[in-house]
């Protein structure tokens, strides 16, 4: 039972971390096509909120799963190579989130607090950030989709 347990919270992190990286890129660029100020500003908002709760959940719930459905098992996590494989790969992901998605998202996020009537003109360093945003969340995410796919095939 307890190995079952582990599995569901994996599983459930999984979706919760590549559920809400990939649905909010989506409706952050319809928020951003719209142009409008505090449509942004509520986008991005919600972009954060979804990724404290969502993402940094998802994170918790999978290795929490992960590591013990391993212990469960009796699976050395560092020297079975899919497992290690997929560590790394993930750290790597964890990486660009922490060091250049994260740090965008602050400044964006300070700068829509001023995003407060459709009167308002959204400043081309709002839309630059967002641009690196979305290049750079897409790589860190690629990263998570091969890790998936290595968990799955356990290549």
Avoid at 101 to 125: D, G, K
Avoid at 128 to 152: D, E, N, Q
Wanted: charged residues 10%; glycine residues 8%; proline residues 3%.
């Amino acid at each position: 039972m307890t190995y079952t347990l582990f599995k569901f919270l994996h599983v459930l992190g999984v979706v919760l971390l590549i559920g809400n990286v990939t649905v909010t890129a989506v409706w952050k660029v319809f928020a951003d096509r719209t142009r409008s100020a505090p449509v942004v500003a509520f986008a991005q908002r919600l972009v954060t909120y979804t990724d404290w709760t969502f993402t940094t959940g998802g994170v918790a719930l999978l290795m929490a799963g992960g590591y013990g459905m391993a212990a469960t098992a009796r699976i050395p996590v560092f020297s079975t190579v899919w497992l290690g494989a997929s560590q790394a790969i993930f750290v790597i992901s964890g990486l660009i989130w922490l060091c250049i998605l994260v740090p965008t998202q602050i400044q964006q996020s300070r700068q829509t607090r001023t995003f407060t009537s459709e009167s308002v003109s959204i400043p081309q360093a709002y839309w630059t950030l967002s641009r690196r945003w979305l290049i750079w969340g897409v790589l860190g995410t690629l990263p998570l989709l091969v890790a998936l796919y290595l968990m799955v095939a356990k290549l």
